[in-house]
């Protein structure tokens, strides 16, 4: 069974730095792509960034350049390194795969950003 769990989220200052984990199992993790997505109340759920199985990512414009997602295969872990957070970056914070045709999901960490 595919289980999926995000840590790290918690309240940090315009400007501040914080550090998601996700670790998987049930998976080969080290075969799949994997994604971070946030949701705010009374919006869709976005993709912020995805990374390969060989590395390679992508952010949202919005996040470029201030967030750095990872992989660590050994640890079967996802990381999102994020900082210079802005209010509008708080949400929820959810890890996500997609494994024989469903995607699976965490259950999110919140990120606050407020002074």
């Known amino acids: 069974q595919v289980h999926l769990v995000e840590s790290g989220g918690g309240l940090v200052q315009p400007g501040g730095s914080l550090r998601l984990s996700c670790h998987a199992s049930?998976?080969?993790?080290?075969?799949?792509?994997m994604n971070w997505y946030r949701q705010t109340p009374g919006k869709e759920r976005e993709l912020v960034a995805n990374?390969?199985?060989?590395?390679?990512?992508n952010y949202v414009v919005s996040v470029k350049d201030r967030f750095t997602i990872s992989r660590n295969n050994d640890r079967a872990t996802l990381y999102l390194q994020m900082n210079d957070l802005r209010p509008d970056d708080a949400a929820v914070y959810y890890c996500?795969?997609?494994?024989?045709?469903?995607?699976?999901w965490g259950r999110g960490a919140q990120v606050t950003v407020s002074s």
């Open positions: 996500n795969v997609q494994y024989k045709g469903k995607p699976y």
């Open positions: 049930g998976i080969n993790f080290k075969i799949h792509p």
């Open positions: 990374i390969s199985s060989a590395g390679s990512s």
